[in-house]
């Protein structure tokens, strides 16, 4: 698959961390360019795919910078608007991508494909995709072995959970503050818009999630309160201690819950798939990646928002249906879901059988 990166308004010292994780194997001293170093590091095979540097030669091209920036003044926009024209002509799809906990609304054309984190899928056209959070592998980094350690079945499950969850009234205030700022911004930029984010205190639904699993009898709880984001590490030694909790509360448990945090996204989801874990995915209206080609609800427990008040007995019932071979199983086609579907090189070869029709 040859891919076209336009470097228009992309500068020589842009961070790539920056970039749409997709074209960061192709980014190397401030040029896109096709190298094969760069390329085995990222996990891309080398005959698969190749960087163009002309829109005529490729499959597909690949916006750089979030889609949020070629709507910023009339030059981004009127490149991206030319470039959609001539993708066109050209009948070819041209991929962006939309940053940040907030889902912007996006000019819709037809040769567009928007991948996002955030938004909600009952408000978005098919031309909108779910996107998985860009996360390193962990498992070897800090576990020095890809080996998830799978748990056994046990008629009692653990459930785990270690993050920001407080029912702290202040903190729910800021969260909503947070969101009214967001939605008077969107007013005052297009009133009559469908895009106006709900107010949602996660740290706060998150702790309530948390103390009704707590008060099942039936389940054994692993969870660490946190009352600050990433516990309010302040330093490196404190990062590193607290993700290495983090991912230990994960390892050690059987379901890890997971529900939506300032954006309508769980990082913690794809962190859960990545360890061999099987999330309890509480969906709030989400948008998934690749629900054409992934049964999403047989990798997890899936719970309706609105029925949040079962969040035992679902995970009860799904634990029910597995025997212990099966329980196994699962953990790990969680992690090779992971691995080679919702990893850069996993996204690419998803992209390009879709293309090619494989």
């Not at 228009?8 to 192709?26: A, M, Q, Y």
């Not at 660490?224 to 309010?232: T, V």
């Amino acid at each position: 698959m040859r891919i076209h990166i336009p470097s228009d308004f992309v500068k020589e010292n842009t961070d790539r961390r920056s970039l749409f994780i997709l074209v960061r194997p192709f980014w190397e001293a401030g040029v896109f360019l096709d190298n094969t170093a760069l390329k085995k590091h990222w996990g891309l095979d080398e005959k698969s795919f190749h960087f163009t540097p002309t829109p005529e030669d490729a499959d597909m091209i690949c916006l750089p910078l979030p889609l949020q920036e070629y709507f910023k003044n009339i030059d981004t926009t009127r490149f991206l608007k030319n470039l959609l024209q001539d993708a066109f002509r050209r009948s070819m799809i041209v991929y962006g991508y939309v940053s940040g906990d907030f889902g912007e609304e996006i000019y819709d054309h037809p040769q567009l494909r928007i991948f996002r984190m955030g938004g909600f899928h009952s408000q978005l056209s098919s031309r909108h995709q779910g996107f998985p959070v860009a996360l390193s592998d962990h498992l070897p980094n800090l576990f020095v072995s890809e080996d998830i350690a799978a748990r056994d079945w046990k008629s009692k499950p653990v459930i785990g959970f270690c993050g920001h969850a407080s029912t702290d009234p202040i903190k729910s205030v800021k969260e909503h503050a947070k969101t009214f700022i967001e939605n008077t911004r969107r007013f005052f930029q297009k009133p009559f818009r469908r895009d106006y984010e709900p107010l949602f205190a996660s740290a706060l639904e998150r702790a309530r999630l948390l103390r009704t699993l707590e008060s099942s009898l039936a389940l054994e709880t692993n969870f660490i309160y946190r009352r600050h984001y990433r516990a309010g590490a302040r330093n490196e030694e404190e990062q590193r201690r607290t993700t290495i909790e983090y991912y230990a509360n994960i390892r050690k448990s059987d379901y890890v819950v997971c529900v939506r945090g300032g954006g309508n996204f769980s990082v913690r989801f794809y962190e859960t798939l990545m360890m061999g874990r099987i999330p309890v995915f509480i969906n709030t209206d989400c948008l998934l990646p690749f629900p054409e080609i992934i049964p999403w609800k047989e990798h997890m427990v899936w719970v309706e928002w609105q029925e949040r008040h079962r969040i035992a007995e679902k995970i009860l019932d799904f634990h029910g249906s597995l025997s212990p071979e099966k329980f196994i199983e699962l953990q790990h086609r969680n992690r090779r879901l992971w691995k080679e579907t919702l990893s850069v090189a996993g996204i690419l070869s998803s992209l390009r059988n879709h293309l090619y029709g494989d």
